[in-house]
Structures are given as structure tokens and as C-alpha cells.
């Protein structure tokens, strides 16, 4: 039962930001419409049915998450990552982020979407920081590097920001289930446990919170797999 419900809350927090971004949709629908725009039209509601393609994954991949015989497949890790700026594309452009992206090509085995939820919640975290703190000059940056450790090769993702950063007794408390910085009313405090458990669980890997230069970035170290599916 306790499972259950850190699964549908989870699947709540996920689903707030694919909502977002289908109210922004309808609302430039209409003024494409009112304006005979069918270009705009057609791209917008492309968008939407992207994003619904996404909120109908979200429910499939949380109800096989607690199930230790879920498939795992061999996946580039940028298509993940551009995965998840597709999912955030209007809200970052909304919200004028800027967002630069420096990629490694790097394979890794799990599942594609799970890490994609993780890469989405850590932007809206960005965001929400963002507008907590009244930054007026918003940059992401996204880097996939590699690391050998122990003689064994990792890919490295930092997502970096510059929202202000956060105290050190909030940092060694993030991760913890139930724990949110936001009003209730808009965190669960699952989010990053959840995405935590992605990591850990699905993709063999770990996942790490650093404050700097008036801004935060989160390492997540995943295992390569440089296996041929051939």
C-alpha cells in the first residue's frame, strides 16, 4: 500500500508540468485560430499530442516500476535528455531559460523515459528556482562527459543552473522522501526521492546535488554499456 501510494503521488508530481505545457498549448491554439494561423495551429497541436504521448508513458512506466522484471533496453543517453527538453520546451521558452546542451555519445541500459521523468523534474526545479528567487538571467547547461572509475567507465550528466543556489542544510535533505522546499500545494516532496530511486534502482547509478557559483548542478554517474546489441 505504501508503494502504491508513492506511485500515484509520484505520477501526480509528473504530471503537473505535461498540464502546464498543455494550457500553454490550448491558450496559443485559440490565438492561432483567432488569428487563421493553421501553421502555428498545426505545430501546436502536434506539441500536444507529444505531450499526451508522454503523460499516457508516465502512467505505464510507474505502474511497472515496482516490478523487479521490468525490460531494460540499450539507449543513447542524449536521446533521454532531449526527450525531456521536448517535454519542457514551451515552459523554458515561457519562462525564458536559455538552455545549452555540450554532449559525449554514451550508451547506457534502463529504461529511456524513466530517465527522461528524472531530467524533466530536475528542469522544473531549475525553473521553480528561478522564479523563487527573482533571477532575471536564466541559463541551463546540460554537459555528458565520461569518467573512468575503478577501471570501469561511467557517463557523467550535469545539469547546471544559476537560480542562487541553496543552503547546505537543505542540500543534505533534498533526496529525502517528503521533503519539499515549495508550498504544498505544488510539491509532493517525491520528486527528487523518486528520481533517486530512477537512478539508483533502474540505472545502476547515483545521483548528487553540488551548490556553486550562485547556482546548483546535479551529477548523475551512470554506468556505460558498451555492449553491441548485434
Request: with cysteine; aromatic share 8%; glycine share 4%.
Amino acid at each position: 500500500m505504501a508503494s502504491l501510494g508513492q506511485m500515484l503521488a509520484n505520477i501526480a508530481h509528473q504530471w503537473r508540468q505535461p498540464l502546464s505545457e498543455l494550457t500553454l498549448s490550448l491558450f496559443n491554439i485559440k490565438k492561432a485560430a483567432q488569428q487563421k494561423d493553421m501553421k502555428k495551429l498545426e505545430n501546436y497541436y502536434d506539441g500536444s499530442k507529444v505531450v499526451i504521448k508522454s503523460m499516457s508513458k508516465t502512467i505505464e512506466d510507474f505502474t511497472n516500476f515496482f516490478n523487479p522484471n521490468k525490460p531494460k533496453e540499450r539507449f543513447l543517453l542524449k536521446d533521454s535528455i532531449l526527450d525531456a527538453i521536448s517535454i519542457m520546451d514551451k515552459t523554458l521558452q515561457e519562462e525564458k531559460v536559455s538552455i545549452r546542451t555540450i554532449y559525449k555519445e554514451f550508451y547506457v541500459s534502463g529504461i529511456l523515459t524513466e530517465l527522461s521523468q528524472v531530467i524533466v523534474n530536475l528542469l522544473k526545479n531549475s525553473v521553480d528556482a528561478f522564479n523563487k528567487n527573482s533571477i532575471s538571467s536564466r541559463k541551463l547547461i546540460i554537459t555528458i562527459d565520461g569518467k573512468v572509475i575503478d577501471e570501469k567507465e561511467y557517463a557523467i550528466i550535469k545539469i547546471t543552473d544559476n537560480a542562487g543556489g541553496i543552503n547546505e542544510e537543505l542540500e543534505q535533505r533534498l533526496f529525502e522522501p517528503y521533503f519539499t522546499t515549495k508550498h504544498t500545494s505544488s510539491g509532493t516532496g517525491l520528486g527528487l526521492f523518486m528520481s533517486k530511486m530512477i537512478i539508483e534502482q533502474s540505472l545502476n547509478g547515483e545521483i548528487d546535488l553540488v551548490s556553486q557559483n550562485n547556482g546548483c548542478c546535479f551529477n548523475i554517474t551512470i554506468p556505460v554499456d558498451n555492449k553491441d546489441n548485434e
